[in-house]
């Protein structure tokens, strides 16, 4: 697989991501207090991961195309620790 095609295909499940965090932001702003409390650290914490995943894709992206292979390990771990958190918070958000 091209750099381009994993950078476009990473993109794509942020954006993704991006939608399901912004319907529990929407559902966190309509909760009872301490609902809302619960809410909004697990999304703060899902904020931050996501902003380093996209840091991480954008180093990737930005990168030459020999340098993105050795990026690609630390892309990967961070949207793994994207993907855990979103399936966490699915599973409390339900």
């Given at each position: 697989m091209?750099?381009?095609?994993?950078v476009?295909?990473?993109?794509?499940?942020?954006?993704?991501?991006?939608?399901?965090?912004?319907?529990?932001?929407?559902?966190?702003?309509?909760?009872q207090?301490?609902?809302?409390?619960?809410?909004?650290?697990?999304?703060?914490?899902?904020?931050?991961?996501?902003?380093?995943?996209?840091?991480?894709?954008?180093?990737?992206?930005?990168?030459?195309?020999?340098?993105?292979?050795?990026?690609?390990?630390?892309?990967?771990?961070?949207?793994?620790?994207?993907?855990?958190?979103?399936?966490e918070?699915?599973?409390?958000?339900?």
């Amino acid at each position: 697989m091209s750099r381009d095609v994993y950078v476009e295909k990473l993109k794509a499940q942020i954006d993704k991501w991006n939608a399901r965090i912004d319907e529990w932001e929407a559902d966190a702003r309509n909760a009872q207090a301490d609902t809302q409390l619960i809410y909004d650290r697990q999304l703060a914490e899902l904020r931050r991961k996501r902003d380093h995943a996209q840091q991480k894709l954008d180093e990737m992206q930005s990168s030459s195309e020999q340098a993105w292979e050795d990026l690609k390990e630390g892309v990967a771990s961070a949207f793994a620790d994207l993907k855990a958190g979103i399936d966490e918070a699915a599973s409390r958000f339900k």
